[in-house]
């Protein structure tokens, strides 16, 4: 079974950045997308950045040109930089993989990211 553990979570200052970085374990991730998703107190979870198996990325519009996702395969791993956070952008942060033709799916605990002052 795979296993996804987020890190790198913090308090940063607006304006500041941080780098999150989910580590797979128990499998390869190369066939599955790869998403970030985050959710805020009294808000749904949603979809932050999304980096395909073919390689193509997409994020949400609140965040385009601040946040980065990439993926080293031989690694396993998945990293989103983040940088000129916001307020807004307080949220647990949770990593995603899902192999929709086998409906595959896994998720990790979640990191925590707050931006204060």
């Known amino acids: 079974q795979v296993q996804l553990v987020e890190s790198g979570g913090g308090l940063v200052q607006p304006g500041g950045s941080l780098k999150l970085s989910c580590a797979a374990s128990?499998?390869?991730?190369?066939?599955?997308?790869m998403g970030w998703y985050r959710q805020a107190p009294g808000m749904q979870r949603e979809l932050v950045a999304l980096?395909?198996?073919?390689?193509?990325?997409r994020y949400a519009d609140s965040v385009k040109g601040r946040f980065t996702v990439s993926r080293d395969s031989d690694k396993n791993t998945v990293l989103l930089q983040m940088n000129n956070l916001k307020v807004e952008d307080t949220a647990v942060y949770y990593c995603?993989?899902?192999?929709?033709?086998?409906?595959?799916?896994?998720w990790g605990q979640g990191t925590q990211v707050t931006v204060s002052s």
């Open positions: 128990g499998g390869s991730l190369r066939n599955y997308d």
């Open positions: 980096f395909s198996s073919g390689g193509t990325t």
């Open positions: 995603n993989a899902q192999w929709r033709l086998f409906r595959s799916e896994f």
